[in-house]
Structure formats: C-alpha cells, structure tokens
C-alpha cells in the first residue's frame, strides 16, 4: 500500500478521513462504485486539499475520475492488492489508534483534530467543529509546535497570529485566548482546575503551564 497513515501528521491524516468517508458515504447512498459526484468538498476540506487527495488515489489506482472529471468511480480489487475499502479501513484504525493514545496520555496534552484539551483525565472541549480560533492556534502552538518543551515560559509575540500585523495587539489576544481557555477548563471540570495557563501584564508579556500539572 502507497499509503503509510502513522507517519501523516494530524490534520493532515483527519483531511484524508474525511474524503474518505465522503466517497464512501456516497457510494452507499447511491447503491454503486460510481460515478458519484465530487463538486462539493467535505466540510472541513477545501477544494484543493480534496482534489489533491483524489489525485493521488487516481494515481496510485483506487479511485479513477470520469472522462469529464466531474465525478469518481472507487476501484475495488481492479489491480492487484489495490482495495477502497482497504484503505478506507486502514485509515480509519490509525485514527482512532491516535484517538486512544491521546486518552490514554496522562500528562496534558492537547488533540487539535478533535479541539480537546486533556488535564488530569479530563476532556475539555476548546474548539467546536473546524473553527480555528486564537485559542486552538494558542495551544496548536503550544503542544505541536512545541512538544518537547511544553513546560517552558512562551513570549506573547512568538506566537504565529499570520493575521495579525501589529505585535502590540498580541498581548491582548493571547491573555484573551488564556483567559477564555481557562474560564472553559474551570467550567467543565467543576471548578476543580481554574488556572492552567499562568500569564502576566507586561507590556507584551508571557505565558506558561501551570508546573503543578505537568507531574503527570
């Protein structure tokens, strides 16, 4: 298989499932392998990320496009070792392989596929839906980017706000982004966790994890 899923970075492995499912939920809808319509993108994938991923399973022979390259007919067991359904299973193990491992992770940790932060065997939902708000960039920054140094101290201005020009503002972004993370943890855990992210006042200043919830 073309194909190594444990390799594919987060976002990038969600993007394939979701095309994946999309072809497939089609398929089932309409009785048959094809053609079945592929104008409208997933919600959560855009229309070059859909035809990028439709490409290369033209490429590599599980999906062919119609003459007109309006629609996709899903291949099954036309070549050698090439299965749809497969695939479609292989990715959906490594999704829920990461989905378990990421519930299993007791130190916090966060999932940026789903929008949940994990503290202390809680679940907290930061982000609905594919909304990429402040504070999902904030913590993608923190725990992807940074991963193996999520207890240092983090400069406001380091952070990668592509949309805001201005570094001054970024001190009101990030103590809104950490004030509103932590209001959300405080709420779902009972008022058992309110101050996981520690910030200042300075004139641009820093933010941090709480040490006291890095132990685990």
Request: aromatic share 12%; charged share 30%; glycine share 4%.
């Amino acid at each position: 298989m073309p194909y190594d899923f444990k390799n594919l970075p987060d976002h990038d492995l969600k993007l394939f499932l979701l095309v994946a499912n999309d072809l497939m939920h089609k398929a089932n809808l309409a009785g048959k392998r094809g053609p079945l319509k592929f104008g409208n993108a997933p919600k959560g994938v855009n229309k070059d990320e859909q035809l990028a991923i439709l490409s290369r399973l033209d490429n590599n022979g599980y999906v062919s496009f119609s003459n007109d390259e309006k629609s996709i007919y899903i291949n099954e067991n036309i070549h050698p070792n090439i299965s749809f359904n497969e695939l479609f299973d292989s990715v959906h193990e490594e999704y829920h392989r990461r989905e378990k491992k990421t519930e299993n992770n007791t130190k916090p940790h966060y999932d940026q596929v789903n929008g949940f932060l994990h503290i202390a065997g809680y679940k907290i939902r930061i982000r609905k839906h594919d909304e990429d708000t402040k504070q999902n960039q904030l913590l993608k920054y923190i725990f992807s980017a940074n991963s193996k140094n999520i207890e240092r101290e983090f400069d406001f201005t380091e952070f990668p706000f592509d949309d805001v020009l201005d570094k001054k503002k970024f001190k009101e972004i990030c103590r809104t982004a950490c004030t509103e993370i932590n209001r959300k943890i405080k709420e779902q855990t009972g008022d058992k966790i309110s101050d996981f992210l520690e910030f200042n006042n300075r004139t641009y200043g820093f933010l941090n994890i709480n040490p006291k919830y890095l132990l685990g």
